[in-house]
């Protein structure tokens, strides 16, 4: 069990589940640049994924290696890890309305699909660590916490909660098919790690965006308001839109991925609480306001029934993730958010209003 090692001493490829999705190709990315080989497993079935790995590929040419797989063929599985040094399991059907439509589908991708990788790095038993992706869903609806509408943003009246977040010892409640197989997936990587000695670490990430996210209406929201809101579509707010989340920028999260594999034999077995904590956090309404403010032009918003699963707050208290991992700081959201705008617009061809904020950014950071 090691952490990460030397390319050049270690030649082995890194195998990313989902490498070619969102976070997957990021991390891809930041690892073919220390100079390590990198597996993409990825059956590429999610809408813009293509030019994700055709990036990749571009910018490290044969130091990406595509394998387009499903993550249930335990066969092609068992072969992508073989030679691998260390695994991020990314790969997962990641809607909740996905899963509300479809659970057998959701459960036999996250759950068979993660039992299908943890029996292939025991079949291994060379000591290959895994990193896994879960969510911040597994803590369900937080019912029993009261909440008091501030503004356009529910806060927590408990002063803990509020200063700190929801940490790891919440108990597990899992809501919906989706948390379900997360957690459930999530339970069998750290007991993998208890009964089997396979090193293991879990992250339960809240709202994670940045560049070469394609955000849709069923994830990746903070994308997808802007998407919507830079071409002028209309966006629906599910709920009040006064619900609260802690988002992190997609750099601290490979940071702190990179740095679980690095700590592996301090960590493994754990658990961690991955966000953008109480200095992230912003009700949607927030930051739909200031997304109006970046693109100098109001957002059109309509509002629909709540869905179900939905957390009327979640904040993540992510001081042990920041001291057993050595976390950097975190990407101010105002300034990230304002990063992935100008992003998005460029990927898109999408011409911004003449003068519009998103060219003044630092002026516009300071007067938040």
Known sequence: MTGRTDPAADPRPVLVTGGAGFIG????????????????????????VERNLSWLQSRHGDRIEHIQSDIRDGARMAAGAREAKAVFHLAAQVAVTTSMVEPV????????????LLEALRAKGDGTPLIF???????????????????????PTDSDVRASGIG????????????????????????????????????RMSCIYGQRQMGTEDQGWVAHFLIRALKGQQITLYGDGC?????????????????AWDRIEEVSGRVF?????????????????????????????????????????FVADTRAAEKALGLSP???????????????AAEGGINLPVGSPLDRRDALAQSA
């Open 273 to 313: 609480n991955l966000g953008g904590g109480p200095q992230n956090a912003v009700s949607l309404r927030q930051l739909l306001e200031f997304v109006g403010r970046i693109i100098d032009r109001p957002v059109d918003i309509q509002f629909s029934d709540w869905r179900a699963g939905d957390q009327r707050y």
């Open 243 to 259: 619900q609260v989340r802690d988002i992190l920028d997609v750099s601290n999260a490979v940071e702190a991925y990179l740095a």
């Open 105 to 116: 589908e959701d459960m036999t991708i996250n759950l068979i699909g993660t039992v299908n």
């Open 330 to 344: 975190k990407v101010d959201w105002q300034e990230g958010v304002t990063r992935l705008a100008q992003w998005l």
């Open 168 to 203: 790891e010892v919440r108990p597990l409640d899992f809501h919906t098919p989706y948390g379900c197989s997360k957690g459930a997936a999530d339970q069998y990587v750290l007991d993998y790690a208890r009964s089997y000695g396979v090193p293991t670490c879990v992250l």
């Open 133 to 155: 992706a879960s969510t911040n869903k597994v803590y369900g609806d937080l019912a029993d916490l009261d909440f008091a509408l501030e503004g356009a943003a529910y806060q």
């Open 25 to 48: 190709s990021n991390l891809a990315d930041r690892l073919a640049s220390d100079g390590h080989r990198v597996i993409v497993y990825d059956a590429m079935s999610r809408p813009g």
